[in-house]
């Protein structure tokens, strides 16, 4: 906000950021859950004030609502990929400036695609060749 307001440039988009489809996620690892809806207040009501015309959520259906997040195409550190790597080529790198991360060894990697069919994300992206 504060480059916005100053009129300086906004930094890009970091590369990494990329959000998975709904094919590419595990749904099974997901607990369904009704979404928390907002209240719309008739416009009549809010006419002549400054109220919203959409009620904000109780904190309580926040919190519900933030677990319902699926992290499409983030890696959420559910340590799936590490537990099911055959090679133990996944393990954390607890060393990152920007916090720990899932680390692959290549070395160790033989390429068998069960971390990526296994992460619930959709966030291991691997080709046919890799
Ligand atoms: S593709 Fe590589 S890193 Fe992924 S599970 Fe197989 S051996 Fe482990
Ligand atoms: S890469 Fe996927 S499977 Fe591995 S920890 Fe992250 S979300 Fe879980």
């Not at 595990?26 to 416009?43: M, W």
């Not at 400036?97 to 990697?109: R, S």
């Amino acid at each position: 906000m504060e480059l916005l307001f100053a009129g300086k440039p906004l930094p890009g988009r970091p590369d990494r950021v990329r959000v998975a489809d709904y094919q590419r996620l595990k749904s099974d690892y997901f607990v369904e859950k009704p979404q928390a809806k907002r209240t719309i207040v008739h416009p009549d009501v809010v006419v002549n004030d400054w109220k919203e015309t959409l009620e904000a959520l109780a904190q309580g259906d926040v919190t519900t609502e933030a677990d319902r997040c699926m992290s499409c195409g983030l890696c959420f550190e559910c340590n799936q990929c590490m537990l099911f790597c055959p090679q133990d080529a996944i393990t954390k790198f607890r060393g990152n400036p920007e916090g720990q991360v899932m680390y692959t060894y290549y070395e160790q990697c033989v390429g068998c695609h069960i971390c990526s069919e296994i992460c619930p994300t959709g966030y291991i992206d691997m080709a046919m060749d890799h």
